[in-house]
Protein backbone atom coordinates (compact mmCIF):
# COMPACT_ATOMS: atom_id res chain seq x y z
CA UNK A 1 0.00 0.00 0.00
CA UNK A 2 1.27 3.29 -0.70
CA UNK A 3 -0.98 6.18 -0.78
CA UNK A 4 1.69 8.90 -0.33
CA UNK A 5 2.10 12.10 -1.90
CA UNK A 6 5.58 14.42 -1.53
CA UNK A 7 5.21 17.98 -2.28
CA UNK A 8 1.75 18.31 -2.81
CA UNK A 9 -1.91 19.94 -2.06
CA UNK A 10 -5.40 18.36 -2.46
CA UNK A 11 -7.49 20.95 -2.80
CA UNK A 12 -11.48 20.21 -1.62
CA UNK A 13 -13.55 19.03 -4.42
CA UNK A 14 -15.37 20.77 -7.19
CA UNK A 15 -18.70 19.99 -5.75
CA UNK A 16 -17.36 20.39 -1.76
CA UNK A 17 -20.92 22.14 0.30
CA UNK A 18 -18.37 23.99 2.63
CA UNK A 19 -17.36 27.50 2.11
CA UNK A 20 -14.96 27.09 4.99
CA UNK A 21 -13.39 24.40 7.20
CA UNK A 22 -15.49 22.45 9.81
CA UNK A 23 -14.71 20.13 11.88
CA UNK A 24 -16.52 16.79 10.95
CA UNK A 25 -19.09 16.04 13.77
CA UNK A 26 -19.68 12.74 15.63
CA UNK A 27 -21.97 10.13 14.92
CA UNK A 28 -24.13 8.49 17.08
CA UNK A 29 -21.76 9.91 19.62
CA UNK A 30 -18.80 8.64 18.15
CA UNK A 31 -16.00 10.34 16.42
CA UNK A 32 -16.71 9.45 12.19
CA UNK A 33 -13.41 8.91 10.28
CA UNK A 34 -13.06 12.06 8.74
CA UNK A 35 -13.11 12.93 12.26
CA UNK A 36 -10.53 11.17 13.26
CA UNK A 37 -8.25 12.06 10.38
CA UNK A 38 -8.96 15.77 11.07
CA UNK A 39 -8.61 15.37 15.33
CA UNK A 40 -5.22 13.48 14.71
CA UNK A 41 -3.93 15.80 11.69
CA UNK A 42 -5.09 19.08 13.57
CA UNK A 43 -3.35 17.76 16.64
CA UNK A 44 0.18 16.32 14.85
CA UNK A 45 0.41 18.41 11.88
CA UNK A 46 3.36 17.25 9.76
CA UNK A 47 3.59 14.18 11.54
CA UNK A 48 1.68 11.76 9.83
CA UNK A 49 2.57 10.43 6.24
CA UNK A 50 -0.85 9.17 4.31
CA UNK A 51 -0.09 5.71 4.82
CA UNK A 52 0.37 6.30 8.88
CA UNK A 53 -2.55 8.51 8.91
CA UNK A 54 -4.97 5.85 7.51
CA UNK A 55 -3.38 2.86 9.44
CA UNK A 56 -3.63 4.82 12.61
CA UNK A 57 -7.80 6.04 12.11
CA UNK A 58 -7.98 2.08 10.97
CA UNK A 59 -6.38 1.25 14.50
CA UNK A 60 -8.22 3.95 16.36
CA UNK A 61 -11.98 3.07 14.65
CA UNK A 62 -11.54 -0.43 16.17
CA UNK A 63 -11.72 1.41 19.93
CA UNK A 64 -8.91 -1.04 21.19
CA UNK A 65 -7.82 -0.89 24.83
CA UNK A 66 -3.78 0.04 25.33
CA UNK A 67 -3.86 -3.40 26.16
CA UNK A 68 -5.49 -4.69 22.98
CA UNK A 69 -3.80 -2.60 20.57
CA UNK A 70 -0.74 -3.61 22.18
CA UNK A 71 -1.24 -7.03 21.57
CA UNK A 72 -3.06 -6.88 17.97
CA UNK A 73 -2.13 -3.65 16.59
CA UNK A 74 0.89 -4.83 14.65
CA UNK A 75 -1.74 -7.71 13.06
CA UNK A 76 -4.50 -4.90 12.27
CA UNK A 77 -1.68 -2.74 10.38
CA UNK A 78 -0.17 -5.68 8.42
CA UNK A 79 -4.05 -6.98 7.58
CA UNK A 80 -4.92 -3.19 6.66
CA UNK A 81 -1.51 -2.23 4.59
CA UNK A 82 -1.73 -5.98 2.68
CA UNK A 83 -4.97 -4.37 1.12
CA UNK A 84 -5.17 -1.72 -1.53
CA UNK A 85 -6.50 1.52 0.52
CA UNK A 86 -8.51 4.82 -1.24
CA UNK A 87 -5.30 7.42 -1.19
CA UNK A 88 -6.42 11.50 1.08
CA UNK A 89 -8.05 12.24 -2.37
CA UNK A 90 -11.35 10.07 -0.92
CA UNK A 91 -11.10 11.46 2.50
CA UNK A 92 -14.18 13.43 3.45
CA UNK A 93 -11.44 16.29 5.17
CA UNK A 94 -11.70 17.69 1.38
CA UNK A 95 -14.97 16.63 -0.27
CA UNK A 96 -17.45 17.67 2.06
CA UNK A 97 -15.93 19.33 5.22
CA UNK A 98 -13.60 22.15 3.47
CA UNK A 99 -10.11 20.99 4.53
CA UNK A 100 -7.15 21.31 1.63
CA UNK A 101 -4.25 18.96 2.78
CA UNK A 102 -0.45 19.21 2.38
CA UNK A 103 1.88 16.63 2.13
CA UNK A 104 5.46 18.04 2.45
CA UNK A 105 8.59 16.89 0.96
CA UNK A 106 9.10 13.89 3.16
CA UNK A 107 5.23 13.20 2.39
CA UNK A 108 3.92 14.33 5.93
CA UNK A 109 0.64 16.20 6.17
CA UNK A 110 -1.49 19.31 7.60
CA UNK A 111 -4.60 20.70 6.69
CA UNK A 112 -5.56 24.04 5.90
CA UNK A 113 -9.12 25.27 5.76
CA UNK A 114 -10.15 26.31 2.42
CA UNK A 115 -10.78 30.12 4.00
CA UNK A 116 -7.13 30.62 5.55
CA UNK A 117 -4.85 32.48 3.54
CA UNK A 118 -2.51 29.16 3.39
CA UNK A 119 -4.82 27.37 1.24
CA UNK A 120 -5.36 30.21 -0.91
CA UNK A 121 -1.57 30.67 -2.09
CA UNK A 122 -1.19 26.59 -2.56
CA UNK A 123 -4.35 27.14 -4.87
CA UNK A 124 -3.04 29.91 -6.66
CA UNK A 125 0.37 28.64 -7.07
CA UNK A 126 1.97 30.69 -5.09
CA UNK A 127 3.60 27.63 -3.42
CA UNK A 128 6.87 26.75 -5.96
CA UNK A 129 7.19 23.38 -6.46
CA UNK A 130 3.80 21.97 -4.65
CA UNK A 131 1.43 19.76 -7.25
CA UNK A 132 -2.22 20.75 -7.07
CA UNK A 133 -4.29 17.83 -6.58
CA UNK A 134 -8.02 18.06 -6.59
CA UNK A 135 -10.25 15.61 -3.88
CA UNK A 136 -12.81 13.08 -6.13
CA UNK A 137 -15.81 14.54 -6.83
CA UNK A 138 -18.98 13.77 -4.16
CA UNK A 139 -20.54 12.81 -7.62
CA UNK A 140 -20.23 12.26 -10.73
CA UNK A 141 -20.44 14.74 -13.38
CA UNK A 142 -24.09 14.30 -15.10
CA UNK A 143 -23.30 14.36 -19.00
Keep these: MD ?10 AEDCPAEYGIVPP ?8 AGIEHE ?4 HPY ?6 LLVEVHIQQKGLSDEERER ?4 LEEAFRSKQQPCLRASMLPKKFGWGIHFDAAGKVALYPVESPEYQAFAQGEQEGIKLIRAMRNKRKES
Excluded: P
Design 3 to 12: TNYYESFILI
Design 26 to 33: ERGGSKTK
Design 40 to 43: LITR
Design 47 to 52: HFTSDE
Design 72 to 75: EGQA
